[in-house]
Antibody
Framework: HVQLQESGPGLVKPSETLSLTCSVS?????????WGWIRQPPGKGLEWIGS???????YYNPSLKSRVTVSIDTSKNHFSLRLSSVAAADTAVYYC????????????WGQGTMVTVSS | QSVLTQPPSASGTPGQRVTISCSGS????????VNWYQHLPGAAPKLLIY???VRPSGVPDRFSGSKSGTSASLAISGLQSADEADYYC???????????FGTGTKVTVL
């Protein structure tokens, strides 16, 4: 039974860096799927942030690319998100998800974690 | 701004059929397969349809997807109160080189 769980600070100050980790259980993170981050600002829709593939190559939303880093740690079976120079517009529920190459979709999601950007 | 456009809302009475449209372009829906996600309040989004019209195991056959050209649709037949949720289409966009979600449609059961 594959499960994903986000963790990290719920409050980040403006201009600082948001850091989140997604812990994966029930599956080895190096076994052939890709891993992604998606967010949902309050009252708005879903926005893809970025994904990292099993060979370590990342893909990022062009609108966030200059501020985003997604990395993977196979020894800890988790992957991470760093978003620098945050502002109030980055306040959102952040989800991590597993992506399947076979179906080109995110098939398993974490429950999400709320991150507020405020001083 | 999302490159996939959906109506903001849709509604129906129990038992009715509701259809949600998703309009894109050649670089996303026109070239790549469409996925649909159901997002219930307070829950994680759930994959409802992939590869335009395939239901993952466990998804009722009341949900169906289709694609034509640069547009896609999700149909919910036999509408139930449990179907009240936000629904998002999504696809890879070759021009943006990224995954894009639709604007989302809130389904209300009257």
């Amino acid at each position: 039974h594959v499960q994903l769980q986000e963790s990290g600070p719920g409050l980040v100050k403006p201009s600082e860096t948001l850091s989140l980790t997604c812990s994966v259980s029930g599956y080895s993170i190096s076994d052939g799927y890709y891993w992604g981050w998606i967010r949902q600002p309050p009252g708005k829709g879903l926005e893809w942030i970025g994904s990292i593939y099993f060979d370590g190559s990342p893909y990022y939303n062009p609108s966030l690319k200059s501020r985003v880093t997604v990395s993977i740690d196979t020894s800890k079976n988790h992957f991470s998100l760093r978003l620098s120079s945050v502002a109030a517009a980055d306040t959102a529920v952040y989800y991590c998800a597993r992506g399947s190459y076979d179906i080109n979709a995110f098939d398993i999601w974490g429950q999400g974690t709320m991150v507020t950007v405020s001083s | 701004q999302s490159v996939l456009t959906q109506p903001p809302s849709a509604s129906g009475t129990p038992g009715q059929r509701v259809t949600i449209s998703c309009s894109g372009s050649r670089s996303n829906i026109g070239t790549n397969s469409v996925n649909w996600y159901q997002h219930l309040p307070g829950a994680a989004p759930k994959l409802l349809i992939y590869n335009n019209n395939v239901r993952p195991s466990g998804v009722p056959d009341r949900f169906s997807g289709s694609k034509s050209g640069t547009s896609a649709s999700l149909a919910i037949s036999g509408l139930q109160s449990a179907d009240e949720a936000d629904y998002y289409c999504a696809a890879w966009d070759g021009s943006l080189n990224g995954y894009v979600f639709g604007t989302g449609t809130k389904v209300t059961v009257l």
